[in-house]
């Protein structure tokens, strides 16, 4: 069992940047592979961004080269970078663990992007 609790969402202007963390306890944090995760309102949720256990990294075509997922084992925490935020970014930020078939979530944190 992994308990997820994501911090750093808000509101922020078009191009401005914001570091979401998503704090883990409960189990091996380095073993699994984390992701962020979000849903804009009346969209399905997407995949952001995820980071294997050895650091391999995937990102949405939507966020290249403006995101950036990192983890630190140590403290049982994964980041997200996020730079030259877009109004089309707007939504609810996931933050997931998985390992094989199990799977969390934490419970979001709302980022804004608007003048």
């Known amino acids: 069992q992994v308990q997820l609790v994501e911090s750093g969402g808000g509101l922020v202007q078009p191009e401005g940047s914001l570091r979401l963390s998503c704090a883990a306890s409960?189990?091996?944090?380095?073993?699994?592979?984390m992701g962020w995760y979000r849903q804009a309102p009346g969209k399905q949720r997407e995949l952001v961004a995820s980071?294997?256990?050895?650091?391999?990294?995937n990102y949405a075509d939507s966020v290249k080269g403006r995101f950036t997922i990192s983890r630190d084992n140590a403290k049982n925490t994964v980041y997200l970078q996020m730079n030259s935020l877009k109004p089309e970014d707007t939504a609810v930020y996931y933050c997931?663990?998985?390992?094989?078939?199990?799977?969390?979530w934490g419970q979001g944190t709302q980022v804004t992007v608007s003048s």
């Open positions: 997931n663990a998985k390992y094989y078939i199990n799977a969390y």
């Open positions: 409960g189990s091996i944090f380095s073993i699994y592979t």
């Open positions: 980071i294997t256990r050895s650091g391999s990294t």
